[in-house]
């Protein structure tokens, strides 16, 4: 008799951990690295308590991808129990192509996206398990023939923004991104192959958009927050920099050394290569080093990890409009005055933008199946609340000390 293992989550709590090839899946070290991936990268230095990782996340996605297959099932939708494993095992691993302080440094130290780096990992495990996640694959790449469960998975009302909108406002304590997850799963409904919301759900699934747009604003790009991951992204590159020029010398943590000084996608060899190596980089590797570059020889690398490490963060200025080029060339002479020539300007000042929207209807439409049975896109039955207005938001960053 197979007993499931239960995981007592402080968003859910317990969590039913199903026996057999889903709990295989999350023993296995790959999975396990995500324990070490923070879900938040530096927001913990503005929100204390954001210290929850990739682990977390992939754990609770699964269980609300179970939730919603319960209620799909309840309602006379066809899912056969090795669909109900595929999609679960599909969320389960959407997440775990992520490399370091997750979204942060993304492309900074491999040049794969995640979503990329979780499917070579997929495939890697498909062999190991002798061909049992092929379903969970095809699902996760959208070519299954019934594509609501990979909208379940990916798409503008899936179960993993559902998870990260809760376990986020959780540990950060902003409140403004609670939402109601059990009445939007409850309120789905396949219609004609793709996932669908009952009409009385759109209260709920407007109220999960706003929250969203709060949580993009107060949290994944509140100005502290995107300051300390840029000031993140300028050490890296600058490590890079140095590690790349041979007559250089830099110390660094692990196999981080060896990617950063890789050239291209050709230089890191054939894929179960590259996943050997990166499944063993996490979070650890880069706070390492950054201790480490804190007494670098190179000036600028260790003005700025000395910076991160002891929260000594930059100054930002944000504009609903562009920056100008003459506030730029101030803060560069003010630098220069201030530092002298051997400092580096682009990774003391830098500059860029960040967009957001509450709604998007260039992407695949939340559609709603209204009491007629009638399935209309979501921009269509919203009465104010959705409209697709993108605000783009323009940062300088620069020391405190100039000021």
């Known amino acids: 008799m197979r007993y499931n293992k239960l995981l007592n989550d402080p968003i859910y709590g317990l969590i039913d951990m199903p026996s057999g090839l889903i709990f295989k899946l999350i023993e296995h070290r790959y999975f396990q690295r995500l324990r070490r991936i923070k879900q938040l990268g530096l927001t913990d230095y503005v929100y204390p308590g954001a210290l929850h990782t990739r682990f977390h996340h992939a754990i609770g996605a699964m269980h609300l991808m179970k939730m919603a297959v319960t209620v799909l099932r309840q309602k006379g939708i066809d899912i056969s129990d090795a669909e109900k494993e595929g ?72 179960m993993d923004r559902m998870d990260y909108l809760k376990r986020d406002s959780f540990f950060t304590g902003v409140h403004e991104g609670v939402i109601g997850h059990e009445r939007i799963i409850s309120m789905l409904n396949v219609s004609d192959n793709h996932l669908v919301v009952e009409e009385k759900g759109i209260y709920s699934i407007e109220k999960f958009l706003v929250a969203r747009r709060m949580m993009y604003w107060q949290v994944y790009l509140h100005k502290t927050v995107l300051t300390a991951e840029q000031m993140l992204i300028r050490t890296v590159l600058r490590a890079k920099e140095v590690l790349q020029d041979d007559t250089n010398s830099l110390e660094c943590s692990g196999i981080l050394g060896r990617f950063l000084k890789s050239k291209g996608k050709n230089a890191f060899g054939d894929s179960n ?53 003459e506030r730029k060339r101030e803060i560069g002479t003010k630098l220069r005055t201030k530092f002298g020539e051997d400092f580096n300007d682009k990774y003391l000042i830098f500059s860029g933008s960040e967009r957001n929207t509450t709604y998007s209807t260039s992407k695949k439409e939340i559609k709603m199946m209204l009491k007629s049975g009638e399935i209309k896109p979501l921009s269509e039955i919203s009465d104010d609340v959705i409209r697709e207005l993108i605000i783009t938001k323009h940062y300088l960053c620069y020391p405190k000390v100039l000021q």
């Open 87 to 158: 999609v679960m095992i599909g969320i389960l691993l959407h997440d775990i192509g992520h490399g370091p302080f997750s979204h942060a440094l993304e492309h900074k130290i491999l040049p794969f996206h995640h979503e990329d780096l979780s499917l070579m990992i997929m495939d890697r495990l498909n062999e190991e398990f002798e061909g049992k996640l092929s379903l969970a694959i095809q699902i996760f790449k959208g070519e299954y023939s019934k594509p609501f469960l990979h909208e379940l998975i990916s798409s503008q009302l899936d």
């Open 273 to 325: 290569s590259v996943i050997e190596d990166f499944t063993q980089l996490d979070d650890y590797d880069v706070i390492c080093s950054l201790k480490i570059w804190q007494k670098s020889d190179d000036i600028t690398l260790s003005y700025l990890a000395e910076s991160i490490m002891a929260r000594r963060l930059f100054a930002i200025e944000m504009s609903n409009d562009e920056i100008e080029d």
